[in-house]
Structure formats: C-alpha cells, structure tokens
C-alpha cells in the first residue's frame, strides 16, 4: 500500500540551526502539505504545496520556513534558524486532489530544539 | 474560519461497550467532514469522511459518523470498541481551501 514517508524520525537541534525535514508522498499526489503539533496541542496547518508553488500558508509559517520540491519526489520543510518553540511533531501530507479528498499523512517528524 | 471543537479530552469505556466521540464544527461555507485517528507512535490515519450524500457514513474499523447540518456536529461511533482503538481520534474539517482545520483531539481509552 502506498504511503507517505518521513525522515527522520526524530531529530534533536540547538537552537539557532538550520533543519530540514523530508518527506517523499506518494508517487501520483499533487497536493502536498505539512503541519504541526506542539505536544498537547492541536494538529495545526503549516503550508499547501501545489504546481510547484505554495497555495497556501498560516501565520505560523513565516520567513523562518520554506518548502521545496526538489526533485519529482522529495518534498522538504526548512526551518532556518530554530527557536525552542518549534518543538514539535511535523506532519507530511499529500493528497491526489484538493483536501476534500483524503490526505494521506506519514508518521510524523518530532523535532527537540534544545 | 473554520473552526472544531471536540467535547471530551478522554474518553475511558469497557471493552464491547459502545462509544460516541462528539465533534462540532463552525463554518461559514459548505463543509468537507473527516475522523484520523492516531495509534501510538504512528500517523494519523483516516477513519471516514464525509463529503456530500447520506449524512451516515460508515469507516475502516466499524467506526461510523453522522453528519448533521442542523446542529453542526459529526460524532463518530462504535456499538462496540475494542481494546485495539485505543488511540487518539481527530476530527478535521476542511473546504474550498487547501487546509484541514484539526480538532484538539479525543484520546479514547478502552479497558478491559
């Protein structure tokens, strides 16, 4: 079965480092997303990623993060310069529509800014 | 703006007895109902949706949801819970945008 998949797993970073967060979706998808969830709080929407462009993005998504689509299969989150509260489980998404289709979500990367 | 609301933080039940999830949304646009659920340790995972058509829509799991426009709600149930649906269940809803909005989520908790 196909899925979304997320590296790493975990990954702990000083505060102030640059990280970049991969996920490969699934090979026919054409919307991508990711989001967030501080631990013990809601999954929040960080950015849509469609036709090589952001569709859309919260106020949660600044000048700190960017997306990319590298290649025909990678799609990355980059923190530039992590605070303490970028602590969190991010989540990769992708959809073969728009969200009123089911999007398919990978297992999560926790990131522990330190 | 879309906004859910999940009544009940945890929800502890017997195994085999039933089990309602209660959700509640806001919009002001036509609306796109979805439960994920979350095992330990693992992504969310779809349960069912609703996008148009019967407001009773049935999930993986025995898990089923009714939409009702009238009290703008979407709680999901099961006649019958096992020890294995133990997990965090989200409710989301989503539009003619490009996001979900998530719930805070109901940790549900079965006991033998």
């Known amino acids: 079965e196909p899925e979304v998949t997320q590296t790493p797993s975990h990954q702990v970073t000083q505060m102030g480092q640059e990280v970049i967060l991969r996920c490969v979706p699934i090979?026919?998808?054409?919307?991508f997303y990711w989001y967030r969830q501080i631990l013990g709080q809601k999954v929040e929407f960080l950015v849509s990623?469609?036709?090589?462009?952001?569709?859309?993005k919260s106020e949660i998504f600044d000048d700190q993060f960017s997306v990319e689509r590298p290649d025909g299969s990678n799609f990355t989150l980059k923190i530039r310069s992590t605070k303490l509260e970028d602590s969190a489980m991010y989540f990769c998404?992708?959809?073969?529509?728009?969200?009123?289709?089911?999007?398919?979500f990978g297992q999560g990367t926790r990131l522990t800014v330190v | 703006a879309q906004s859910v609301t999940q009544l009940d933080s945890q929800v502890p039940v017997f195994e085999e007895a039933p089990v309602e999830l209660r959700c509640n949304y806001s919009?002001?646009?036509?609306?796109?109902l979805f439960w994920y659920v979350q095992y330990p340790n693992q992504g969310l995972q779809l349960l069912l949706k609703?996008?148009?058509?019967?407001?009773l829509v049935k999930g993986i799991n025995g898990f089923e949801a009714e939409f009702n426009k009238s009290q703008t709600s979407f709680h999901l149930r099961k006649p019958s819970v096992h020890i294995s649906d133990t997990a965090e269940y989200f409710c989301?809803?989503?539009?003619?945008?490009?996001?979900?909005?998530f719930g805070a989520g109901t940790i549900l908790r079965v006991k033998s």
């Open positions: 998404a992708s959809s073969e529509m728009g969200p009123n289709t089911e999007a398919f």
């Open positions: 090979s026919n998808h054409l919307y």
């Open positions: 990623f469609y036709n090589n462009e952001i569709s859309e």
């Open positions: 919009s002001s646009v036509s609306v796109y």
């Open positions: 609703y996008l148009s058509g019967s407001t």
């Open positions: 989301a809803v989503g539009s003619y945008g490009n996001k979900l909005v």
